[in-house]
């Protein structure tokens, strides 16, 4: 904790400008990019929700392993990472909604998708906060509220002065603790389960859809949280804005290689993990308990196999790794919201002229204040821990995702198109979801507004150019490709 802080102070004198704060002076290199993004995209949410969905699944979750590692490090980083680069730099963009203001000269898409950032990026903070505090009630009998407040005044303090060079930093030393952490864990429940063929044996006789595919989940089930833990990334702001500050384009050829290595480990294990408890506290006389609602508190699991599995003094340790994991997205969840209410909403709708020197302030503030908002909101214990990161997930990404993507590949994308795409994919994914439809034909409501998203584009593209609607100046276009 002391190093984390001390890294927050030593970073403050390093921002000088806002390009400093926001991306990290675009100077950040292939290991602490590689191990940033993974860190930024794994966190409590996998090392907690993952494993008691695999605790409730088995085995097949392991696909959901791949799947993340394949189509959420390996993919980014090959088809659009060193392209992300480049033209937010042609641009002068600092953060998604800068990007997309300028890409389609569109304000409505700047206003649209701040709004959207701010909102959806507090409520995954809250599905983050959540879950390192079951991990500190359950293994240190801590106060849920106190955990909250530690982890918060924490994460809150070195963000709120080094920006996003304490946050590539911290995440550095964070994800070494989450990696280190999660294999030892693992090799430690394969020895007290007696290996790995013992462990699947062990869950094939609890019920043998634990251990084929699609398992006891069903296909559709299983496939539509592959698709949104592994592609809805393509359409989050902390993920595509982490290509922002990479030193030049090449950096992509050595981060990609580390962002693979890290996220293959991080989810092979956690999803493992989960699984084997299953089996562990079987054979142990272990039960879940029940939440106030009646329901078994899945999220309970991970924190209950550490107290089971580990001594405590390495469950400690471990311990550390969660929190390390919970702080690692924290921050940089913490930042885009923090961004979109300094930079996105007061500099660019409300006082224009404003300096930057007073924007500087403004979004160290601001990091505090949606830092406390994501505190209070956790302290209420919304839905279960991975249910609530993908609603934010399912949404965020069915706003952004094809706008952002067609954008920096379609040289012939309107302002119109863009527009229109985004908020009907996101009114589809928002009524398709548990609130009203409650995913008819057992679809995710991701999947359902990501299919709508990328036919519809092309079909309101076609008609706006027809109708020189939202035509972006060729100039524009040409400058960004001919950067290429």
């Known amino acids: 904790m002391v190093i984390l802080i001390a890294i927050g102070y030593l970073s403050a004198k390093k921002v000088q400008t806002m390009e400093d704060y926001y991306v990290a002076g675009r100077d950040v290199g292939p290991i602490l990019l590689g191990i940033h993004y993974g860190t930024v995209y794994f966190s409590s949410v996998l090392m907690v929700g993952g494993g008691a969905y695999a605790y409730r699944f088995g085995l097949s979750t392991m696909w959901i392993a791949i799947g993340n590692t394949v189509l959420g490090a390996f993919l980014p980083f090959l088809l659009f990472g060193s392209r992300i680069r480049i033209f937010s730099e042609v641009l002068g963009a600092l953060t998604l909604p800068d990007f997309f203001r300028e890409r389609y000269q569109s304000r409505f898409m700047h206003i649209w998708s701040a709004i959207l950032t701010v909102v959806f990026m507090t409520v995954y903070l809250v599905s983050v906060f959540m879950g390192v505090s079951y991990i500190f009630n359950v293994t240190m009998g801590l106060d849920y509220t106190v955990s909250l407040i530690i982890t918060a005044v924490i994460v809150g303090f070195y963000l709120a002065f080094g920006g996003t060079i304490a946050c590539v930093w911290n995440d550095f030393i964070q994800g070494t603790a989450m990696a280190l952490g999660t294999l030892f864990l693992t090799v430690m429940v394969i020895s007290f389960g007696g290996g790995i063929g013992n462990i699947t044996q062990g869950l094939s006789n609890i019920d043998p859809g634990l251990v084929t ?20 990334p393509w359409g989050l702001p902390q993920s595509l804005t982490r ?9 992509f050829k050595w981060g990609i290689v580390f962002a693979t290595i890290f996220c ?14 299953r089996y562990a506290f079987e054979t142990n006389g272990i039960e879940i308990p029940l939440t106030p609602g009646g329901s078994p508190d899945y999220d309970i699991v991970i924190p209950k196999l550490i107290m089971l599995v580990l001594p405590t003094v390495i469950g400690a340790i471990y311990l550390s790794a969660v929190i390390a994991a919970s702080q690692s997205t924290a921050d940089a969840v913490i930042l885009m919201a923090s961004f979109g209410v300094a930079r996105d909403i007061y500099q660019k709708l409300i006082n224009p002229d404003v300096s930057d020197e007073r924007i500087l302030k403004l979004s160290k503030i601001a990091t505090a204040g949606v830092t406390f908002a994501g505190l209070v909101l956790a302290y209420f214990r919304p839905k279960a821990i991975l249910d609530l990161a993908m609603i934010a997930w399912a949404c965020l990404s069915a706003a952004i995702m094809a706008p952002f993507l067609y954008g920096i590949f379609w040289k012939k994308a309107t302002s ?31 999947l359902v507004s990501q299919l709508y998203a990328w036919i519809a584009f092309p079909i309101v593209n076609y008609i706006a150019r027809s109708r020189d609607s939202g ?10 490709w001919g950067s290429l």
């Open 416 to 446: 119109t198109a863009a527009a229109f795409v985004s908020v009907t994919a996101f009114l589809l994914a928002v009524a398709w979801g548990p609130w009203f439809l409650n995913r008819p034909l057992g679809m995710h409501e991701f």
């Open 471 to 480: 035509v972006v100046d060729e100039g524009l276009v040409e400058r960004l």
């Open 213 to 232: 595919f699609p398992g006891v989940w069903g296909f559709w089930g299983l496939f539509s949280y592959i698709m949104v833990t592994s592609i809805g």
């Open 243 to 251: 290509f922002y500050m990479m030193k030049d384009p090449k950096v």
């Open 264 to 277: 293959l480990s991080m989810t092979c294990c956690s999803y493992f993990n989960g699984a084997a408890a």
